[in-house]
């Protein structure tokens, strides 16, 4: 039995929750996972892990070799790591998950700068806005926006984006220019009419997990006015939200650096611009309980610096 490998196995499976999880993130056979396991109960005489058919817990006795086995493990990744450093460059893969168009707006042209530097460190991006469960996936670190909710993960802060509400000369000439946030909303029927009609149509986004669409936000001086309004399109993605209000379908709000080459060529305007949406932070987020290699240490650090001249604070 490769003691080490099962050990690095086991606590793959201990905080991911599946055998199935921790043989994809590692790149092993399934049935070679589940042998190791065996193994090294089978050695220390004693159950590791609670099977069941939908997942997989430690034992008592698990959850204590688990704390000590991820000591070790960090320990012996740091001393590798110490030892490389004064040798040679950091080299391997990084597994990266990032929204489409801060993909690629600002990472992706930014990266062929980072290769030069570092030639033998190799990127896996993963280009999605859905919701990553970083250890399950094996992911080092994701970038995102919004504000953290899981405390058991590590948030490096680095920008603050700015919102602009904005569609394209084509929906306002058919629609009009909305003078406040209000019109935006559903307006009252008149008397021969029975059922409400949208004051104006929303390009909206909507959330993978709980599949409804966000409100649009206005604040001015102390006022705020959220609308849901006439949702008449909503997507899950960045990239396909631009595509939406370059289109016509509606109006919607989208990060500034992100419509900006549109408002200079004219395809996109922006309205109520005295009514402001809260800036999002945007975050750089990796497992608290994971020892934090130094290639993805330096990948954190190179991905704060590449943001930064996108910070609206």
Request: charged share 25%; net charge positive; aromatic share 6%.
């Amino acid at each position: 039995m490769d003691q080490l490998l099962a050990l690095r196995v086991f606590v793959r499976i201990a905080e991911s929750g599946t055998f199935s999880k921790a043989a994809d993130s590692m790149n092993i056979p399934r049935p070679t996972v589940t042998k190791l396991v065996q193994d090294l109960e089978r050695h220390l005489a004693t159950k590791l892990l609670h099977r069941t058919t939908r997942r997989v817990s430690v034992t008592p006795e698990g959850a204590a070799y688990y704390e000590r086995a991820k000591r070790l493990i960090g320990d012996l990744d740091e001393m590798d790591e110490g030892a490389g450093r004064a040798r040679a460059q950091p080299r391997g893969r990084i597994r990266v998950d990032i929204g489409s168009v801060l993909a690629n707006m600002i990472l992706i042209p930014a990266l062929p700068g980072f290769r030069a530097r570092h030639p033998d460190l190799h990127i896996d991006l993963g280009v999605s806005d859905r919701p990553i469960d970083l250890i399950g996936e094996g992911v080092d670190c994701v970038i995102r926006g919004g504000e953290l909710a899981d405390t058991t993960l590590v948030a490096r802060r680095i920008a603050d984006l700015d919102w602009v509400t904005c569609a394209s000369p084509l929906y306002l000439g058919a629609r009009g220019v909305p003078k406040h946030p209000s019109e935006l909303l559903p307006r009252e029927p008149e008397a021969k009419q029975t059922t409400r009609v949208p004051g104006h149509a929303i390009a909206g986004y909507f959330s993978s997990l709980t599949g409804r669409a966000f409100p649009l936000e206005f604040r001015k001086a102390d006022e705020q006015i959220l609308v849901q309004g006439q949702v008449v399109v909503a997507v899950n993605e960045s990239t396909a939200h631009l595509s939406a209000l370059l289109a016509g379908v509606g109006l919607g709000q989208a990060f500034k650096f992100m419509v900006a080459p549109h408002l200079q060529s004219g395809r996109l305007r922006t309205v109520l611009d005295d009514w402001r949406r809260p800036r999002q932070p945007l975050h750089v987020v990796y497992p608290g309980s994971r020892h934090l290699s130094a290639k993805t240490r330096l990948f954190v650090d190179w991905v704060a610096e590449v943001f930064a001249p996108f910070d609206d604070r």
